[in-house]
């Protein structure tokens, strides 16, 4: 059962490759060797019989057949140390001297087979390679030599390389067992920590081996993956526990003015009364749903598709002075210092709506009377857009929370709001890669939102 | 007025219906893009209201065929609260305004009014009268009885939309849209600010008041001799 799927891993199926590179190069090499070593040996033998040959025919033509004689049975005494065969025969074939079979009277190299002479594995006849030659009209003489040791090296010579081959190719592929079976056992342990994530144990990571290889800084990698998720689900665990909570109040405020006016109600006058209340507070619920999922479209980063040049500063600008005859009403000084014809890529409808959450924050959670100020700044890096004011302001403790969904500071909890504002300004900001810096504003809150300055400034 | 009502939800569909019918329209209705289809090429209308999201044929492929068809009828989407792409997307189909869904059915009805009452674009005049009120577009003055009103400029873009739509109610939202391009509610009270202190501009030292808040709906501007 295991088998079969250590054959299907990756580092198996590597070694079995290399395996076959390794034996289809090792035959190719060998062969290279054998086929050349082989051709080396046949010309040396050849050699050796051909210049033994014209030697005696040297003997010959300058001794005539005596010398000749001489010369041979000089070699057969010597025979035992690797001497050679040698035959005389006449032109018509008559033996005169030696054992080599006739050569048919044709010079020239021949392969011959002739009676075992010992040497040679039983039932096998000797072999022999001759090389014959014509000493004079009727006299020819033979040279050759036993190979039969040649060829029993040629076949040794291969069963060493087919049995080498065999090793080594079951090395590699037991290597490649071994090494697969490690890494199956690596794999195994993530495959069963992602199994038992799976199975509700959120908490779950795979053990490294500290090796730092690649597998154990997959393992890193897939752990503080695991642990993005962890954070984001917890955040989403939050907020759904936010909107919950936070609808759950105004919609038991609606349910117990409804029941209140069911049963004490007297008049047409006191019903109509109660409906638009009803009508009132529910509104205020849509309007937190709308916000959510506004929020919730944002930052899913769709709305970039849409992205245009915007003229920030005349945003700003006419926003400042829409907001400035309520401000006077409130009688507060609202001031501004815009720098002109800062533009930004961004979309217009979004941006208006966050410079206009700060000011609604700025307006409603501060006393009347309160000074705010609005700034735009370019300098060469950023564009920095402030909405700041005079008012009590936030501990530090809690500036970064502000910005967290229906988070809402003690003192503003009797204000009506949704709690979602803020956290818009937040999401319009990232979706603009902008940052946003609660700051004190000693005394009062100061939000700066820095926005990155891109390549094609000055258009309009 | 007749109008065309393509909504596939029942509730919705007969809070309009009942609300349309009070106020003496005609109202036709149609369950599905299909059906409404058919029936926007088969009769003619005032006003065609469409769900965005309908079963089978949805709103803006419905409203797309309309327009390709060559019919003009003025078209008011609807569409649900969370689709901020939702407007530009109805816009682009041949749309000629749009209402988040859930709405007040004051809301619906003076949009569908605004839509019923709209000019030609090429009937375009330079300059906007109102009883003694009037606004010259290309000086960029406005004077009351002869005398020139001092305006701030988004003031004076707040009385030339009351100004096109005379005698009809404007809602909050369709100032907030028309006059500041705000697709959203702010916390401030800035449209009841503007409108007080225009309304303290115009009527300086005179006894008619000409721009009338109408309780739970919006604002109108009127003259006085229709007023009565």
Sequence with gaps: ?460 | MKLLLVEDDAETAAFALRGFRERGYTLDHAKNGRDGLYLAMESTYDIIIVDRMLPGMDGLSMVKALRSAGVVTPVLFLTTMSGIDDRVEGLDAGGDDYLIKPYAFSELAARVNALARRPPASKESTVLRVGDLEMNLLKRVVTRGGETIDLQPREFQLLEYLMRRADQIVTRTMLLEGVWDFHFDPKTNIVETHISRLRSKINLGRENDLIHTVRGSGYCLRAPATAS
Aim: hydrophobic share 40%; glycine share 8%; with cysteine.
């Design chain 1, 1 to 460: 059962m295991r088998l079969p799927r250590l054959l299907r891993t990756t580092s198996f199926r590597l070694a079995a490759l290399f395996a076959l590179i390794f034996g289809i190069s090792t035959i190719v090499v060998g062969s290279f060797v054998y086929i050349n070593v082989k051709a080396a040996l046949d010309r040396q033998e050849r050699t050796r019989i051909q210049s033994d040959a014209l030697a005696l025919k040297g003997e010959f033509d300058s001794g005539g057949m005596p010398d000749l004689m001489d010369a041979i049975k000089e070699r057969e005494r010597n025979k035992l140390a690797g001497g050679l065969d040698y035959s005389l025969f006449t032109a018509k074939g008559g033996r005169i001297v030696g054992r080599l079979p006739t050569p048919r009277m044709r010079a020239g190299w021949r392969h011959v087979n002739g009676p075992p002479d010992g040497d040679e594995p039983p039932g096998e006849l000797e072999h022999l390679l001759v090389y014959s030659i014509n000493l004079s009209p009727n006299l020819w003489l033979s040279v050759g030599d036993d190979i039969g040791l040649l060829r029993r090296l040629d076949n040794t010579f291969l069963q060493m390389f087919v049995i080498g081959l065999v090793l080594a190719i079951t090395l590699a592929v037991g290597g490649g067992i071994v090494v697969s079976a490690g890494f199956l056992r690596r794999i195994d342990a993530i495959t069963r920590t992602a199994e038992a994530i799976i199975e509700g144990d959120i908490g779950k990571r795979i053990v490294r081996n500290g090796s730092g290889d690649d597998l154990d800084r997959l393992a890193a990698s897939l752990n503080r993956m695991l642990d993005r998720i962890g954070l984001l689900m917890d955040a989403l665990r939050n907020v759904s526990t936010d909107v919950a909570h936070d609808l759950r109040t105004p919609l038991g405020h609606l349910r117990q003015q409804l029941e209140n006016a069911r049963g004490h109600a007297r008049s047409t006058g006191e019903y109509a009364q109660a409906v638009d209340s009803a009508i009132a507070k529910t509104d205020s619920i849509l309007e937190t749903f709308s916000a959510i999922l506004r929020i919730a479209q944002i930052e899913s980063g769709s709305r970039k598709a849409g992205f245009r040049r915007i003229n920030l500063s005349e945003i700003v600008a006419s926003l400042v002075q829409s907001y400035s005859p309520t401000a006077e009403e409130q009688r507060r000084p609202l001031s501004a210092s815009i720098a002109p014809d800062v533009s930004i890529d961004g979309d217009r409808e979004l941006i208006i709506q966050l410079v206009v959450n700060l000011l609604d924050n700025a307006m409603r959670h501060t006393p009347p009377g309160t000074p705010i100020t609005v700034n735009l700044a370019e300098t060469p890096d950023t564009i920095a857009l402030e909405v700041a004011d005079k008012g009590p302001g936030v501990p530090e403790a809690e500036r970064e929370r502000i910005l967290e969904r229906f988070y809402r500071c003690e003192t503003s909890r009797s204000t009506p709001g949704s709690g979602l504002g803020l956290s818009l300004v937040s999401a319009v900001s990232g979706l603009h890669r902008a940052t946003i810096h609660v700051m004190d504003n000693m005394p009062g809150l100061k939000f700066r939102i820095e926005f990155l300055r891109t390549n094609n400034q000055g258009a309009a």
